[in-house]
């Protein structure tokens, strides 16, 4: 199957500060991918969809200007987490489908966000 | 809007035994229906998807699925289960014009030596 990269796997950072994490597709071009938001013991919310070269689609309830998401090129999506607070720990998820018609989405492995 | 719904929040099996994780949905249109299995702190990983074609799905590590209109659900199955299938399983469903994912909160199976 299609690879999705996301990186870092495991982040901390101090609250305030402003986090990172990256989403490549290593072997096919994504115009659209997909971040999700996974609590302890849950199931995977739909943050946004972020689109290449246009503002990302966010969920109802979910803060655009807390989660930057960028969308620069055809393989690459980031999402920026800024003034990072406690209650934004948790495990984020990135995914990217190749063929839109084929149906299915490819997940990265993950980002595990700790803000102490 | 699409709905996934699973009904168990874990499902204990021993090994040898048939498994069955269930899921039902609620689309608009046609529905693109998977399985995803994801493991402790790991991503998630595709198992099997019905799109059109034949009721039944075969997947990824002997699993399969049945897709069946009339109750709108889409249960995983495995003839045979191994103590190494034990993880978190979500069904999922998107709308053929959409490209969302809308995952059912997840089943978590044990399986049981």
């Known amino acids: 199957g299609a690879v999705v990269s996301q990186h870092p796997s495991r982040v901390i950072c101090k609250s305030g500060t402003s986090v990172k994490i990256e989403c490549r597709s290593l072997d096919f071009q994504a115009t659209t991918m997909f971040w999700y938001r996974q609590f302890p013991k849950q199931s995977l919310m739909l943050m946004a969809t972020s689109n290449e070269g246009s503002k990302a689609t966010y969920e109802q309830g979910v803060e655009k200007d807390k989660f930057l998401i960028n969308h620069a090129s055809l393989t690459l999506s980031t999402l920026t987490v800024t003034s990072a607070h406690p209650e934004d720990s948790s495990f984020y998820i990135c995914?990217?489908?190749?063929?839109?018609?084929?149906?299915?989405?490819?997940f990265g492995q993950g980002t595990r966000l700790t803000v102490v | 809007a699409q709905s996934v719904a699973q009904p168990e929040d874990q499902v204990n099996v021993a090994e040898g035994n048939p498994l069955t994780v269930k899921c039902t949905y609620s689309?608009?249109?046609?529905?693109?229906l998977f399985w995803y299995v994801q493991y402790p702190n790991r991503g998630l990983q595709f198992l099997l998807k019905?799109?059109?074609?034949?009721?039944l799905v075969k997947g990824s590590y002997g699993f399969e699925a049945e897709f069946n209109k009339s109750q709108t659900s889409f249960h995983l199955k495995k003839p045979s289960a191994l103590v190494s299938d034990s993880a978190l399983y979500f069904c999922?469903?998107?709308?053929?014009?959409?490209?969302?994912?809308?995952f059912g909160k997840g089943t978590r199976l044990h399986i049981l030596p």
């Open positions: 995914s990217a489908g190749r063929d839109t018609a084929a149906g299915e989405a490819f």
């Open positions: 689309v608009s249109g046609n529905p693109y």
């Open positions: 019905y799109i059109t074609g034949d009721n």
């Open positions: 999922a469903v998107r709308e053929w014009r959409d490209d969302k994912i809308i």
